[in-house]
């Protein structure tokens, strides 16, 4: 059961289930049940609902009353009480819809955004999503209600990669329109400059903002499988130049990484989580880097 | 100095734009593929798009550079080598024509043809390829051999056929083979006895294939001086009877250089023996008579007589004549051939009357004057003729009775009313006709008061051998059975004719004498391939025939009424076959190719030369081209070169 629930997490599979809100349910579900055991249980402080007790669970949330009634064991599960405004920032510009493993970043993105938002609003959060590739294309003001789940995944499912991407443009602009402190969760391959995206992220953090990046990348992006000459096309500006692979390979790889590490270690600086999530990635890790983040902001 | 020993492998350098076609193709076909961003590559390609545009044009290059070392190093390119100890005899293609005409299979010759092929195959090196061609008037057998042990077995199974030669078909077969080939030198090579019949009309195929560089060799094989042969011969009597010639032909072919012995057969009546001219003439002295036989020796200007075998000959002591006539009516016929007692002609006259039971081997020929044509006469003529006796009829008055009726034979005159007298101018002498041989018109121009019978119907047996200007016939010989006859149609007097009165009349009569007298005998001629069959009267104890080639083989004996015939059936090789009755006896016979293929025929190598400037003797033949240069063949080397880029291909490629 656990291994059923677990197995939506693997990206490919859930690409191939139709229906967010099915999506968002079923990852999340498989990551909390995968969570029973982890230091994360417990978190939240309104009842939520019974589940059966299991070995290492502490004694204090057994519901000794239930245990009368049935002669089971069952602990209480609590919902956490928040007011936290999430804000899911997603870059949809067309170099986001680069994939070479049968699932795109974009749809990586789709899929954990989802997800996230899910769990965001399970937990009472508000989430709020924005939209950008040049400007800010969409924006839903973040909610905590139940139903506005759907609106966010009305949203993620017309999602289609476009325009180029101009980060830090976007990020300034947002700056100001976010008024309240939240949390900022951005989803970007990064592909712009890279000064520009330190300083306009560092904006937030200026404001008081947490923020967690995800950066996104294709496997592909890291590691350049090409083979011989290959005419590449940028997809957002279309301009075209032909590679020998084979030489520029090593320089490529040597060259993503240090951007990888460089980002790693400047937004370490400026207290911003930082998270490489490649398409090929199970989300729990990403699921993981959030809660990480949430249980510090706590 | 350079040459290409396959350029037409040359043309396979076009492929060395298949690279460059597919170096070009490969560019405009390089797939697109979306990326998310380039500005990380663009930085990078900065860096490598020199070195990769270098490297894509050094492969193309290497490519290119493969294939046309591997096409050079398969045309074998050759250079003439700079030292004496580098390279090797260039690679030639040869053609040899071994002759397996009749004449090859005289004793010996073919062996000598073999070894020849066996001497110039081995003085060739290991690059030449080779083709063996046997001919006679048409290909018997062709192979192209590859080792000495292919030769061999070519060489064991060549025979020798009873067919003529033609050159011709064997050179054009081996240009062609030749022509098809791709060699830095092509040679033919003729091993032959080189008849010339077999040289006609070779001209222009000789300028073909010197035009394409095909050098011609000569093994000419030389026969031993036992392998010479006739074809044939004939008596020609001349005047006075002391001067008998003996003209042979064809004529001998002698190397003045160098004295051998010639053997020959003759059969015939000659007296005497001496050599008058260097090559094909020979005049007989009289001499000794009686039968002869032995060798021709040619030694300097002599020609000695030994009494040995291979050829035989009767020389007569005197003529014996029978003159059927009435009595002094053929005075000046008689005196002609008999005007004294030293005469060699002894004549003996008879009536017509006295003429019955008399014996016809007694007398040399006969001659019947004006005895008419009746039935007893005829009976008379007919009897000499069938045992081979010669007869001169003379025509005179008693043969008015029997115009228009048949005289001998189908030989009939048409009226008797034209036995005319009148005055002849001659027209035609028949000087193929023995007697008359070099007498042309001589005293034979005009003939006054001559009567003579005119109008003659002839069988084609007979012919006119002297004709008057207006067609008359003066004298009208012919054949018949055995014998044969002279007829001359006027008496011999002078109320016929002024012919006794001329010089030539004895002259004349001698040599009718002389032509009557020779029987006529089928000369024993035997061929190659035929039987040879010898008549006997008696049965012999242990008869064999003795070879040319020195093998035995007995005769088988067929008997044909009272005489007995010695045969040796199917003879295979020509030259001198001994009949051998019994101890102690031989006779010889001749077995003979044809005349255009017998020795007397060929050319020498000096002869070929004159005609065909470009033939060179195959001793001449160097086994280096082009002076004896070596040649260094740039094979390998080219070889090399073109794994080396291949090599350098797949490293800069993988790189």
Known sequence: ?298 | MFHILNPLYLSALAFAAVPLVFHLLGRRRIREKPFSSLFLLKEVRKASSMWMRIKNLILLILRMLFIIFVVAAFSHPLILSPVSFLGSEAPGSTGILVDVSLSMGVEGILDKARNEIIRISNSFGGRSNMHLVSFSDRIEKEEEVRSISNINSFLNDIKVTYRGTNMRKALEFSQKKLSDKNAFVKRVFIVSDFQKYALEDLQNVFEKMHKQGIEIYASRIERSVENLYFSGFRMVPSFPLSNLQLKMYPKIIRDKKQDYTVEFFLSGLIKGLKKSTVNTFFEINSGNWGYKSGYFHIDGDKLSLDNDFYFSFYVPQSLKVLLIAEENRASYVSSALAPGIKSPIEVETLSRKSLLGVKTDKYDFVIFYDTGMDKFIETQMLHFLSEGVGILIVMGERFRDDANQKILSDIQVLDEKDAKQGFFSVKTVDTGFEPLSGLKHKGLENLYDTKIFRYFKLDSEFRNVIVAKNGDPLMVVGNVNRGKVVIIPFAIEPQWTQLPYKAIFVPLMYRLAFYLSKKREKIPEFRVGESISIASSKKEKEPFFLLPDGRKKSASVVAKGNELFYVLKNTNLPGIYRFIPGPGDTIPVAVNVKEEESNLDAFSFEELKAIFPNIKSSVEFKRFAEKGKRWVDLFPLFLILSILCITAELVLENR
Do not use: C
């Open chain 1, 1 to 298: 059961m656990i291994r059923n629930h677990t197995h939506y997490l693997d990206p490919k599979v859930i690409s191939k289930i139709k229906g967010l809100d099915i999506i968002a349910r079923m990852v999340v579900e498989g990551f909390l049940v995968g969570l029973h055991r982890s230091p994360y249980h417990g978190f939240s402080v309104e009842f939520a609902e019974h589940r059966e007790y299991i070995p290492g669970d502490e004694l204090k949330y057994v519901d000794w009353r239930v245990y009368g009634k049935t002669d089971r064991y069952y602990v209480k599960v609590f919902e956490e009480e928040t007011n936290l405004k999430a804000y899911l920032i997603v870059d949809k510009s067309a170099s986001m819809g680069f994939g070479s493993q049968g699932i795109s970043k974009l749809e990586y993105v789709k899929y954990l955004a989802s997800a996230l938002s899910f769990l965001l609003l399970r937990q009472k959060d508000a989430v709020g999503l924005l939209l950008f590739s040049k400007k800010l294309d969409s924006y839903v003001a973040p909610s905590a209600r139940r139903n506005h789940l759907n609106t966010i995944l009305k949203e993620l499912n017309q999602l289609q990669p476009s325009g180029e991407t101009s980060l830090s443009n976007v990020l300034l602009e947002l700056a100001e329109k976010i008024k309240r402190r939240g949390l900022i969760i951005l989803f970007s391959d990064l592909f712009d400059d890279y000064e520009s995206i330190i300083r306009s992220l560092k904006v937030f953090r200026h404001k008081k903002n947490e923020v967690l990046v995800f950066h996104i990348l294709d496997p592909a992006e890291i590691s350049f499988p090409f083979r011989g000459d290959v005419l590449l096309r940028d997809m957002e500006t279309r301009e075209k130049i032909t590679v020998e692979s084979r030489t520029l390979k090593h320089e490529y790889k040597r060259k993503i990484l240090r951007l990888i590490n460089s980002y790693k270690k400047d937004f370490r600086n400026v207290s911003i989580d930082y998270q490489l999530l490649n398409t090929e990635n199970t989300y729990d890790t990403a699921l993981l880097s959030y809660l990480s983040k949430r249980k510090r902001m706590n």
